[in-house]
């Protein structure tokens, strides 16, 4: 049983704080392997499936270090997440990236006025996409592997 702790790192037994990480993706399949890939590092990830959800998730949950929105996505679009969250003291610097289906690049310079932290383009490296939340939830290369 993994044991999430309130600082970085426990000097006495070197384990690493768990990272929290908000999934939001229409696409169950797309959202299971980003939960998959992030879960074989100290991450734990809430797994939704539309905007409203992840909204909700976001207001519920304090500790979120990190948010993967797809842009597209039924009741509320990730660019409308993101724009609640920049409004949100809380929530202002909270990273966050847009995941978006080939196509849709015309959204970019819109996600990046809201406050997007990064743009990727589906399909994407789940390794790529691992690296990158890793290194904005504060993890060093070793702490990430």
């Known amino acids: 049983?993994?044991?999430?702790?309130?600082?970085?790192?426990?000097?006495?037994t070197g384990t690493i704080r768990e990272r929290h990480v908000l999934v939001a993706d229409d696409e169950p399949?797309?959202?299971?392997?980003?939960?998959?890939?992030?879960?074989?590092?100290?991450?734990?990830?809430?797994?939704?499936?539309?905007?409203?959800?992840?909204?909700?998730?976001?207001r519920r949950d304090e500790d979120i270090d990190v948010v993967l929105l797809d842009l597209m996505m039924p009741h509320r679009s990730g660019l409308d997440v993101l724009r609640e969250m920049r409004r949100d003291e809380r929530l202002r610097d909270v990273p966050c990236i847009i995941l978006t289906a080939a196509g849709q690049e015309h959204q970019?310079?819109?996600?990046?006025e809201l406050g997007a932290t990064?743009?990727?383009t589906k399909p994407f490296s789940p390794k790529k996409l691992y690296l990158r939340a890793a290194e904005l939830a504060g993890l060093g290369e070793e702490e990430a592997s």
Request: proline share 6%; glycine share 6%; hydrophobic share 45%.
């Open 118 to 120: 990064e743009f990727m």
């Open 1 to 12: 049983m993994t044991t999430a702790h309130a600082v970085d790192e426990d000097p006495p």
């Open 29 to 58: 399949h797309i959202g299971r392997i980003i939960k998959m890939k992030l879960e074989q590092g100290p991450f734990r990830v809430t797994l939704v499936y539309d905007g409203a959800e992840a909204i909700e998730a976001l």
């Open 108 to 112: 970019h310079r819109r996600a990046m």
